[in-house]
């Protein structure tokens, strides 16, 4: 069994930054394709970025290219998401996810591709 768990968020205002981290457990587990997803206030789950186990190949939803960077270190296990130019917009509970596989070139953009979870850490962006 492995458990993510986010830590980073909170309240920024417009136009602010944050990083965001995800760290599984246990520590020893490397082969974890990851990814982060929010859902905003009545809104549906999105996906916001991925990245491949071996690093390298990301992937981006439209709504934060150019402001967002997922990144990861591997010799710590820790997968990052740098968030800039923070708008109202981008207020959400953040997730991280993941899922153990032994291709280190993909990353996955299906939420149902997942199969650990975070609990969610909460992003507020104030005006």
């Known amino acids: 069994q492995v458990q993510l768990a986010e830590s980073g968020g909170g309240l920024v205002q417009v136009g602010g930054s944050l990083r965001l981290s995800c760290t599984p457990a246990?520590?020893?587990?490397?082969?974890?394709?990851m990814g982060w997803f929010r859902q905003g206030p009545g809104k549906e789950r999105e996906l916001v970025a991925a990245?491949?186990?071996?690093?390298?190949?990301?992937y981006y939803g439209n709504s934060v290219k150019g402001r967002f960077a997922i990144s990861r270190d591997n010799a710590e296990n820790t997968v990052y998401l740098q968030m800039n130019d923070l708008s109202p917009d981008d207020t959400a509970v953040y997730y991280c996810?993941?899922?153990?596989?032994?291709?280190?070139?993909?990353?996955?953009?299906?939420?149902?591709?997942?199969?650990?979870w975070g609990r969610g850490t909460q992003v507020t962006v104030s005006t």
């Open positions: 246990p520590r020893t587990v490397s082969n974890i394709a």
């Open positions: 996810a993941g899922k153990v596989t032994d291709n280190r070139m993909d990353f996955y953009i299906h939420s149902r591709t997942y199969t650990y």
């Open positions: 990245i491949n186990w071996g690093g390298g190949r990301t």
